[in-house]
């Protein structure tokens, strides 16, 4: 007997376009598979770094094989530290000169339109990471002049030592979880932005980390210091081709927001199905400051992804505007963390998620208010929708509030799309598919109205991307 087998309209490998492009791996130097004490010292060595420097990666080494895995959350067990090679240094030095990129490597950042964004000047400066070394980085020539530092951060380590070493891991510890203890272990590449006080960067610096290898990890670390009074927005990109072996990427970000001063921290991580995303953030504010974290997470088989906001000054704001979009065989664990440690601090955050063919999303934040921070303010919205009766959506808040003079709100809505409006859209001349993207892209809005333009086409992109072969 013959058996027919039912036609598919759900594409099993989507075409990710110039997000998978892949170039041969060539590289000045690829240390071996694993994580030894050797390595680390291999890694340090190939940075010339100081000896302080040395002495915290090697701690974290052994913090590392000291911890466990979480429990809760998505299962890391895929992820084995003897398969992945850490460093990976690209066939390429660090320049200030598009133009002196490899051929290669440039034509993989201008597909994905990292130097047209600098060339129409909408972003004051550019940094480009490609697997574990920083191949570019410059600077508006009128911000250098007024004091602002953006460097990579092998070259800050050793221009700004005294300033790095003030900061480095007192936002983020090794001890925090482990992985990043690994990231302490085996960091490299990434940013450091410094902004005077006074000074107004209204036109975004940007990073963008691009991962090439197969069976490898990225480790970037990102450090931004705004002092009293100033302004910056600071925005980061990322994304990888996809590989049937598992990839990692486990950076830091540590921000320090002084006093009366703004940071907003604006994120498009486009990770391919084989990477585990397991990243972490953190902001430091003072009194009168204020974080905004914009952020939109999309590929990645597994994310873990908490961006947090310490408020330890009077008045200290956070704001967090985030989405995420979870495909088959995807679990997106991400959320929000802001912790009130001073008096009339106030933290929002509006959580927005999609998840389609089976797909898991998962909100899960905190709030904690400290017992002297009175007259603290937190609302948290967290909205959920579900493409098909295969996905899964949860919300799984932490509040711990300490002092009895706090206002707090917490609301999640989880929902499908209302077959009605599908049906109005469609008496309208629209195709069911068109229909269910428009509905899809007017859920995302709220996100994509708070990026720059050129990044929230981006976003639509990925949603519609997302969305290609759902129907049927």
Same mark, same amino acid.
């Given at each position: 007997?013959?058996?027919?087998?039912?036609?598919?309209?759900?594409?099993?490998?989507?075409?990710?376009? @110039? %997000?998978?492009?892949?170039? $041969?791996?060539?590289? /000045?130097?690829?240390?071996?598979?694993?994580?030894? =004490?050797?390595? +680390? #010292?291999?890694?340090?060595?190939?940075?010339?770094?100081?000896?302080?420097?040395?002495?915290?990666?090697?701690?974290?080494?052994?913090?590392?094989?000291?911890?466990?895995?979480?429990?809760?959350?998505?299962?890391?067990?895929?992820?084995?530290?003897?398969?992945?090679?850490?460093?990976?240094?690209?066939?390429?030095?660090?320049?200030?000169?598009?133009?002196?990129?490899?051929?290669?490597?440039?034509?993989?950042?201008?597909?994905?339109?990292?130097?047209?964004?600098?060339?129409?000047?909408?972003?004051?400066?550019?940094?480009?990471?490609?697997?574990?070394?920083? @191949? %570019?980085?410059?600077?508006? $020539?009128?911000?250098? /002049?007024?004091?602002?530092?953006?460097?990579?951060? =092998?070259?800050? +380590? #050793?221009?700004?030592?005294?300033?790095?070493?003030?900061?480095?891991?007192?936002?983020?510890?090794?001890?925090?979880?482990?992985?990043?203890?690994?990231?302490?272990?085996?960091?490299?590449?990434?940013?450091?932005?410094?902004?005077?006080?006074?000074?107004?960067?209204?036109?975004?610096?940007?990073?963008?980390?691009?991962?090439?290898?197969?069976?490898?990890?990225?480790?970037?670390?990102?450090?931004?210091?705004?002092?009293?009074?100033?302004?910056?927005?600071?925005?980061?990109?990322?994304?990888?081709?996809?590989?049937?072996?598992?990839?990692?990427?486990?950076?830091?970000?540590?921000?320090?927001?002084?006093?009366?001063?703004?940071?907003?921290?604006?994120?498009?991580?486009?990770?391919?199905?084989?990477?585990?995303?397991?990243?972490?953030?953190?902001?430091?504010?003072?009194?009168?400051?204020?974080?905004?974290?914009?952020?939109?997470?999309?590929?990645?088989?597994?994310?873990?992804?908490?961006?947090?906001?310490?408020?330890?000054?009077?008045?200290?704001?956070?704001?967090?505007?985030?989405?995420?979009?979870?495909?088959?065989?995807?679990?997106?664990?991400?959320?929000?963390?802001?912790?009130?440690?001073?008096?009339?601090?106030?933290?929002?955050?509006?959580?927005?998620?999609?998840?389609?063919?089976?797909?898991?999303?998962?909100?899960?934040?905190?709030?904690?208010?400290?017992?002297?921070?009175?007259?603290?303010?937190?609302?948290?919205?967290?909205?959920?929708?579900?493409?098909?009766?295969?996905?899964?959506?949860?919300?799984?808040?932490?509040?711990?509030?300490?002092?009895?003079?706090?206002?707090?709100?917490?609301?999640?809505?989880?929902?499908?799309?209302?077959?009605?409006?599908?049906?109005?859209?469609?008496?309208?001349?629209?195709?069911?598919?068109?229909?269910?993207?428009?509905?899809?892209?007017?859920?995302?809005?709220?996100?994509?109205?708070?990026?720059?333009?050129?990044?929230?086409?981006?976003?639509?992109?990925?949603?519609?991307?997302?969305?290609?072969?759902?129907?049927?």
């Amino acid at each position: 007997m013959q058996v027919m087998e039912k036609k598919k309209t759900q594409l099993d490998e989507m075409d990710r376009g @110039v %997000y998978d492009i892949k170039n $041969e791996v060539r590289f /000045k130097k690829k240390l071996d598979k694993g994580l030894t =004490e050797e390595i +680390v #010292r291999q890694i340090s060595a190939e940075k010339n770094e100081p000896a302080w420097m040395l002495d915290i990666r090697l701690k974290a080494l052994r913090l590392f094989f000291e911890t466990e895995n979480p429990t809760w959350g998505p299962d890391l067990s895929e992820v084995d530290i003897d398969n992945l090679v850490t460093y990976i240094s690209p066939d390429a030095r660090m320049t200030a000169d598009w133009g002196e990129v490899p051929e290669d490597i440039k034509g993989t950042f201008d597909a994905l339109g990292i130097p047209e964004a600098e060339q129409k000047q909408s972003i004051s400066g550019v940094g480009a990471q490609y697997d574990s070394e920083v @191949v %570019y980085h410059s600077i508006q $020539e009128h911000l250098a /002049k007024q004091g602002v530092v953006y460097l990579d951060f =092998e070259t800050a +380590v #050793r221009e700004y030592e005294d300033i790095v070493k003030e900061y480095f891991t007192t936002c983020l510890a090794p001890e925090n979880h482990k992985y990043l203890a690994l990231h302490y272990a085996v960091w490299s590449g990434g940013s450091f932005v410094y902004v005077p006080a006074g000074v107004n960067v209204d036109i975004p610096l940007q990073s963008y980390f691009r991962m090439n290898a197969p069976g490898a990890g990225q480790f970037e670390h990102t450090l931004i210091i705004v002092e009293e009074g100033a302004y910056c927005h600071f925005i980061e990109g990322c994304s990888a081709p996809k590989y049937n072996v598992v990839n990692v990427h486990a950076g830091a970000v540590e921000l320090f927001v002084k006093k009366n001063a703004t940071l907003r921290y604006s994120t498009i991580e486009n990770w391919s199905r084989n990477m585990y995303n397991l990243n972490s953030k953190k902001a430091v504010v003072d009194a009168g400051g204020h974080i905004e974290w914009i952020s939109g997470s999309f590929g990645s088989k597994v994310s873990m992804l908490y961006p947090t906001s310490y408020l330890r000054g009077d008045g200290a704001k956070s704001e967090f505007t985030g989405i995420t979009f979870a495909g088959p065989d995807q679990f997106l664990d991400t959320g929000a963390q802001a912790i009130h440690a001073a008096p009339n601090t106030s933290s929002s955050v509006m959580s927005k998620s999609i998840s389609k063919n089976g797909g898991v999303a998962i909100y899960r934040g905190l709030v904690k208010v400290y017992p002297n921070a009175y007259n603290s303010r937190s609302t948290t919205t967290c909205e959920s929708l579900m493409l098909d009766s295969e996905s899964r959506s949860d919300t799984v808040p932490v509040i711990d509030i300490q002092n009895n003079k706090v206002d707090l709100g917490h609301e999640a809505k989880i929902g499908r799309i209302d077959d009605d409006i599908i049906f109005y859209l469609m008496s309208r001349g629209i195709d069911e598919q068109e229909a269910r993207s428009m509905v899809v892209r007017g859920f995302a809005e709220p996100i994509a109205k708070e990026l720059p333009l050129e990044y929230a086409v981006e976003m639509n992109n990925l949603i519609n991307l997302e969305l290609e072969g759902t129907i049927g």
